[in-house]
């Protein structure tokens, strides 16, 4: 059919119009959803997972968790919700570890040094030639009693267990390191509480905390479970409590609190005295002589406490009333109340506080830990001192310890810069082997490296320390195929029981770390109580505990606390400081990085990234500045400032914190590694080179708030890297971002 | 009203055809730069292209930068066109003359300048077609979002492009009928194919009047439409307050029209340098534009001034930070002051004397300067207004442009230049036809002892 | 399904800590590449979550507040409507939804999001080859030029309302955990469907401090704020 002009505009026009209405006639809607051939990315999802329990060992602390795997990969950690400890959630630090198992510069195989010591140079060896090597060298020091020093972290459970008697039946000296150590609180609970472990505080169950420097929501004790217990005291269970921070730094516990008490650094025990004091005088205390007289003998009168500690009389008053009137509650101390020359008095002062109101062993008090239900099992490693480290490094340099082994710490960078621990390794060390999984400062020492595995790939198990009041095991397994050629520590502590024979094959009858937990297992399954029980086989209950991620027994708690004993010496009440005011005029209040602690995690570049909840500073070591010190100084965010002690000084970028208390300044620890992998290293701003090695009395623990400093302008500015924008975020009247209510009325105050 | 000599039609063809007939020499040399700096340009582009976007100053929050700025600023720039040519057009005026054309294809560069800068500016500029009329891409099922002023731009400034093209090519055919008679060779079935059969006969000039005046009348609505669609690509954000106003198009569109007359003076004087065309390019016409210029500056400045206290006037921290930022703070508030001083202050007052008026050079510099000046009235609106976005003080921010923005910028500049001297090669930028009709109806009266030209209003 | 979803979140600014454990556990779960010190100088950090922290007074009365910030989810969300090609839409589960493959990251829907929530991709993403073995498989990687904000988890919505169906039983209350809500140690997140009446979220929705930031705009934000309790604020200093 021929087709004219007119009719094929007629058509095409007719068509048009069709298709016009039909289209108009159509659901716009089905337009309108993004359904295309594009869609894909928001629903993506395939491939099964599989979600494994294990533990994760962050600087914050060992933490249950469940590790998402599909295809042999760990994508993805998560809070056991089983575990006591965990309840279902898991700290920043514990997410991080992924990146140590997939960390672009984990060591892969075993090393041998090559060049000088701490040159870096390092032939990769096979890990028969490894173990061989590490063999030889102990069976020639062996003959030396206490040559050989073996440092690791605290260790618990199975591994504790193993290194312990490996040490011992060797004649190795053994070392636990932490940075930050907790030798006072744990002295003082001996003392006074005949505590072996760390106390757990009911903050749950409490209607008043009383904090004396204890920064327990950020990096102190058990972050993670203090924080659940946070979230608990400000609201769901029974009403919402008071929280009192005392500490001459702005703390993110102080930033949480209801109400932050400046205090004089150092004279956090003369107020808790004070405070007693005002207590027992009310007569709201409980009758115990020998506390009252202890209470009695030590404090000092009102107006000199007040002068002292920069706190006001009327608000001592206050603080002694609430505390006494809203129990249960409890007064917690530690962090920079504890490093400080009197820590010991500090603590002292402070745990004795709870013994007045009655509160020790309750709800919503202080609650002990019970030991491990397993008896051979360790279920607390306090840190060695500070004081003993200095030995250490004494001995070293002597040649009293030739060799040394050293596992998970970096004691190179994590001590004060004038002991020169590194150097003394490098100097002085006969044979120093690392079993670290990056090259540290400490392990950039070694002669022989044989790279651990890490948490997700190996076998283990832990005893929380503090633990949640009762009985607690939690179990470790591989839930990944090694990503490295790593050996787990206790796989070859285990092997050189072998090669060395004798009365430690005895002791130690496992070939493995999976052996070793499967033992300190089958003593669970016999008790046949807790969590998992009722098993006939104790194949059935290795599958189940593993699955659960360990076992508790929520009926096995502490035993009641004996009556406080004041009676020792608990040492001076009056701090001393390094660097005389006049010449170093500002007090250094050092803090654990909230992200990275004392450095441990500084490798990893997630913890690099998480801005610090205060300053949202990242990646960088900084100094917080009162807003008048620093216009008295006349320096601003991003200037460059020697922090300088009479030990060392360190630079660092201004950050004027309306907090900081004029007369302080707070640096953060953790940054300034000169090898730890691509993400730590860069730049000195280790803060130990600046803090004085001086120990505590008596505990010999290190007493990191102890340094005064000076700030020196370099002239220089760099722009501070940090989250928050370019002006001082404040909430504007009209258009608030937050609400405050003051829990009265408003509806919402529980 | 002025002396000047009569010109016969063989003077206008050859006067004005000069350019396209006898070019100098230093004209390529003005090319040749102009050209390096558009390459470099297209550099700086292909360099971002191929780094990503970071390569730009913009950050969050300040996620638009120098880029938008200088979009904005070529649109109102193109506003010239149809407002002179239209307008003028439209009411008869006699000394639109010689100004329309340079008008027209100023706003055309201007205008395609201008819709570079969104390319350059998006994340995927390979994509960027998926926004705009011609490209939809239904058979991935990409469909427009007409609710988004992005959609609106493109539709608009197209629309508004074609028909300024239009409008140029319909009243430029008698002079490439001209120029085809002139010249030879290649060129002359270049310019035979151009002019589209033009005989000059009666029912052609009658066609060509009418169609000139319906595409004036037609184009009109466009132009308006246009600045106040950009306008809206900010006016419809509700998180930035700076931005949030009713006000914004007509300020917009008379900014534009500010910017743009003041465009199209400057050009006139430099075309009046360059081609010494004192006698077509006359005092008197710079003298007309420029007491339009002190209209429109005026209105426009009454625009800002209530722009400014409408924001103000509910007195709300976010927006009164802003506005403190935008006045008082460094660097914006030595921007502001240059801004009030060249967009009004210094060129409005002095256009108030004839002397002024009618001296090429200070007319050259004042309107350079209002084009500064609008150019900063830009920055200003868009960039601190996204510093201080929302009282969320956690996150307001910055902004410092990069060398890559500063590059396109500059960029920008000269391909405009390089259009406008690359069209007046090829083209009579002062209409031919238009002048031979002014000289046609003019007529000389006795003003003393001289007989003076005079110009009658066609009926 | 009777009634249709409307994931909503509830944030208690009286028992956020700023912990941070929520930014870390988002930046796992959603592929978020790592940020370097570089991209916090230039202001192109990513966090789908921040903790934005205010500061009140001066030293000794200062106060520091801590206000999760994340993508409200908008009902009448403004950053929808200025995408010129719906890379950006609201799906029928109350989501603000973000298409990485349709987005021509012209940045407009960032201008427009007052809440700053929305980041954009200036350079390529970028992990060392070991660290790539960490990524999600539910969650696209997003390439530069790109925008990208908290997507409420949707591959988990996704994956337990797929289980689910499975398995053939109704999604239910707290079956459905994005990762920061998962995280967060003092439950100051709670997640859940603001159409279930007997939802914890919806009980929240209903607490006396409820608040919504910029409420005033209309956007309709589907995340709700607990108000912070401070006894000691001054009397009448806050509205
Ligand atoms: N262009 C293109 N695309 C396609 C297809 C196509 O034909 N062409 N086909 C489609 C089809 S049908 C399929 S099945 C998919 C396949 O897609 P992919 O899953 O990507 O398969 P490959 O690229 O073959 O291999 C994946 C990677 O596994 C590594 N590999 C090899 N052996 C091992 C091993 O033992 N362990 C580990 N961890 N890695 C190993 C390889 O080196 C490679 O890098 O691609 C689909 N996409
Ligand atoms: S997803 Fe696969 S099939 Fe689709 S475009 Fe990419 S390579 Fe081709
Ligand atoms: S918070 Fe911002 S990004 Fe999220 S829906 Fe609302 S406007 Fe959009
Ligand atoms: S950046 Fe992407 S999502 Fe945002 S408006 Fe542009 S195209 Fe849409
Ligand atoms: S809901 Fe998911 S995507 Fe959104 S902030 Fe939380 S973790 Fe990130
Ligand atoms: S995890 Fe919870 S408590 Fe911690 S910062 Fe995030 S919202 Fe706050």
Known sequence: MALTRRQLLKYSGLGFLGAVVFAGCRIP?????????????????????????????????????????????????????????????????????????????????PLRRVGERGSGEFESVSWSEALDELARRLEDHRGVPDAVAIVTEPLRGALGTI??????????????????????????????????????????????????????????????????????????????????????????????????????????????????????????????????????????????????????????ETLAHDFAANQPGVAIGGGLAAAQTNGLFNMTAVYALNALVGNVGKKGGVTFNPPAPVPNVVSSASANSLTDFQRLADDIRHGAVTAVLVHGVDPAHGTPGSMQFGRALRENAEFVASFSNFMDETTLQADLVLPDMASLESWGSDVP????????????????????????????????????????????????????????????????????????????????????????????????PQAP????????????????????PFHLLPFPSHSMGDGSDAHLPWLQATPDPITTAVWSTWVEVNPRDAESMDVREGDVVNVESPQGSIEAQVYVNPATAPGTVSVPMGQGHSSFGRYAEGGDRNLMAVLDAVSAETTGAFAWGATRVRLAKTGRRERVRKFEGMVVAQTLPHRPVYVISTGNGNGGAH | MQLRPALTERDINRDLLRPVLATPIWFYFLLGGLAIGVCTAIGGFAWAVNHGTGVYGINRPVMWGFLLVNFVFWVGISHAGVMLSAILRLSNAEWRRPATRAAEVLTIFALGTAALHPVFHTGRPWRIYWSMPPGYDFGRGIWPDVRSPFVWDPTAISTYLTGTTLFVILLLIPDLAVLRDRSSGLMQKVYGF???????????????????????????????????????????????????????APYFVIGAVHSGVAGVISVLALLRWMFRWENYIRDDHFDALARLMIVVATAWFYFLVIEF??????????????????????????????????????????????????????????????????????????????????????????????????????????????????????????????????????????????????????? | MAVERKWGMAVDADKCTGCQA??????????????????????????????????????????????PMLCQHCENAP???????????????????????????????????????????????????????????????????????????????????????????????????????????????????????????????????QYRILDHLGTEPSVYYMAKIDPYAAEGEHA
């Open chain 1, 29 to 109: 809607e089905q337009e309108f959803i993004a359904e295309s051939p594009v869609m894909i990315p928001e629903d993506l999802v395939r491939g099964d997972d599989a979600y494994y329990a294990t533990l994760a060992r962050p600087s914050t602390g060992v933490e249950s968790v469940l590790v998402r795997v599909m295809q042999g990969r760990a994508k993805k950690i998560e809070g056991n919700p089983d575990y006591p400890m965990s309840r279902g959630k898991h700290s920043a630090q514990a997410e991080a570890t992924l990146q140590e198992l997939y960390h672009p510069d984990r060591i892969a195989t």
């Open chain 1, 163 to 316: 290194v312990d008697r490996f040490a011992e039946n060797y004649g190795a000296r053994r070392y636990s390191f932490e940075a930050v150590d907790q030798t006072v609180v744990r002295t003082v609970f001996n003392r006074i509480y005949g505590q072996e472990r760390l106390p757990t505080f009911d903050i749950q169950n409490a209607h008043y905390v009383l904090s004396f420097g204890a920064d327990f929501l950020s990096h102190w004790h058990a972050p993670l479970h203090y924080n659940w217990h946070y979230g608990e005291f400000r609201g769901e269970t029974g009403g919402r409590g008071k929280l009192v921070q005392i500490e001459p730094r702005f703390s993110l516990t102080a930033a949480n609190a209801d109400k932050w008490v400046y205090i004089n650094p150092g004279t956090e025990g003369i107020l808790a005295l004070a405070i007693a004091k005002a207590i027992l005088d009310s007569g709201e205390g409980v009758e115990d002589a020998a506390l009252a007289a202890f209470i009695n003998n030590n404090a000092q009168d009102a107006a000199t406490v007040a002068d002292l500690t920069g706190v006001k009389a009327d608000v001592i």
């Open chain 1, 465 to 560: 320390d503090p633990g949640p009041g009762y009985e607690a095991v939690a179990l470790q397994q591989p839930v990944v195929m090694p990503f490295v050629e790593g050996r787990a520590f206790g796989d070859v502590l285990l092997a050189l029981v072998e090669e060395l024979g004798g009365s430690m094959t005895r002791q130690m009858p496992w070939d493995t770390m999976e052996a070793a937990n499967r033992s300190l297992a089958q003593e669970i399954w016999i008790k046949n109580r807790g969590s998992v029980r009722s098993f006939d086989s104790f194949e059935e209950f290795w599958v189940a505990i593993l699955q659960r991620g360990g076992w508790w027994d929520t009926n096995a708690t502490g035993g009641a």
């Open chain 1, 565 to 584: 004993d004041v009676s020792q010496d608990p040492g001076s009440a009056f701090p001393s400081f390094t660097g005389a005011a006049g010449d170093y």
């Open chain 2, 194 to 248: 151009l002019s589209m059969g033009w005989k000059g006969n009666t029912r052609q000039w009658k066609l060509q009047i009418i169609a000139g005046f319906l595409l004036s009348a037609l184009i009109l609505p466009v132009f308006v439409s246009v600045h106040s669609i950009v306008s809206w690509d900010f006016a419809v954000q509700i998180a930035v307050e700076g931005w949030h106003a009713t006000i914004f």
């Open chain 2, 309 to 459: 206290f409408l924001g103000i006037y509910p007195a709300e921290e976010p927006e009164i930070s802003l506005r403190t930022l935008q006045v008082f703070e460094w660097p914006f508030n030595a921007t502001f002051i240059v801004f009030l001083l060249m967009g009004y202050f210094v060129p409005v007052p002095l256009w108030l004397f004839r002397r002024v008026r009618q001296n090429v050079a200070l007319m050259f510099w004042t309107t350079l300067m209002v084009n500064i000046g609008m150019w900063l009235e830009r920055f200003i609106i868009i960039i601190p207004s996204l510093m201080r976005k929302q009282p969320l003080t956690f996150s307001w921010g910055s902004y410092n442009p990069s060398p890559i923005e500063l590059i396109l910028v500059a960029g920008s500049f000269c391909l405009v230049f390089l259009g406008v001297l690359t069209f007046s090669k090829f083209f009579p930028i002062i209409p031919l036809a238009d002048a031979k009709e002014g000289v046609a109806l003019e007529t000389h009266v006795r003003v003393g002892k001289v007989m003076v030209p005079a110009a009658y209003r066609e009926e």
């Open chain 3, 22 to 67: 929520c930014v870390v556990a988002c930046q796992s779960e959603n592929n978020i590449p790592v940020n370097e010190p570089d991209h916090f100088l230039q202001r192109r950090a990513i966090q789908w979550i921040r903790i934005e922290r205010y500061w009140e007074g001066e030293f000794p009365d200062v106060r520091a507040r801590f206000v």
């Open chain 3, 79 to 209: 950053c929808e409507s200025v995408c010129p090609v719906f890379a950006t839409y609201h799906n029928n589960e109350g989501l603000n939804v973000q298409v990485y493959n349709r987005c021509i990251g012209t940045r407009f829907c960032a201008n427009n999001d007052p809440w700053n929530v929305r980041f954009f991709n200036f350079w390529e993403p970028v992990w060392p080859e070991t660290l790539r073995n960490q990524l999600n498989t539910d969650v696209s990687v997003r390439s530069r030029g790109i925008m990208e904000k908290c997507t409420f988890c949707i591959q988990r919505i996704r994956r337990t309302t797929r289980d689910a169906g499975l398995e053939g039983r109704e999604v239910t209350d707290g079956d459905v955990v994005p990762a920061c809500v998962q995280a967060c140690p003092t439950n100051a997140l709670v997640f859940g469907d603001l159409n279930d009446h007997d939802s914890q979220v919806a009980h929240l929705r209903e607490d006396g401090r």
